[in-house]
């Protein structure tokens, strides 16, 4: 509001505000705000600024949730959804496990040709060998799980017994 009677000093404050349908108290209180803010938007600050630092110390893990739990443990009496409004206007976002793991393939990436034609039937034991790895994220890196065999002993034909070498687990 005071910047269009900034722009405008020509006409007047009075004619704008009479143009607009505005009472001159209200832009004058707009005003005294702009220049001297509220309590309640320093304190909005000064909390911001602790929320940043607890979201920094966490490495930016942490969530409204958490740096709420934070901030209530030190004795900061505030409340949840003002914790969440200020992250937000903040840009301040914690980091959710779920988003983590999906896989993206490279649209340039050429593809490794299907060999099986996605049939994992062994016609005999040790005729097709096939591999399922598996990436686990873990606090002290990723954690790698290798299997490695012929299909199921149900798929194999007309009961013939496993072959020489077991699947294995690494």
């Not at 949730?65 to 030190?74: F, I, M, S, T, W």
């Not at 793991?101 to 097709?128: E, H, I, M, S, Y």
Request: proline letters at 9%; aromatic letters at 6%; glycine letters at 8%.
């Amino acid at each position: 509001m005071t910047a269009l009677v900034d722009e405008h000093p020509r006409l007047g404050v009075e004619y704008v505000l009479r143009e607009l349908h505005i009472a001159s108290s209200t832009y004058y209180r707009w005003l005294r705000a702009e220049k001297e803010p509220c309590e309640r938007r320093c304190r909005d600050v000064e909390l911001t600024e602790r929320i940043k630092e607890i979201h920094a110390d966490s490495g930016g893990n942490y969530g409204s949730p958490h740096v709420h739990a934070v901030l209530k443990r030190e004795g900061t009496r505030v409340g949840r959804k003002r914790v969440e409004r200020l992250m937000r206007e903040a840009d301040i976002a914690g980091i959710s496990p779920r988003r983590k793991g999906f896989t993206r393939r490279d649209p340039k990436a050429t593809l490794a040709p299907d060999l099986v034609n996605q049939d994992f039937t062994a016609p005999a034991p040790n005729r097709l060998w096939v591999t399922d790895l598996t990436m686990i994220s873990t606090g002290e890196g990723p954690l790698c799980s290798r299997r490695s065999g012929t299909p199921s002993p149900a798929e194999w034909s007309r009961g013939r017994p496993p072959p020489a070498r077991t699947p294995t687990w690494s």
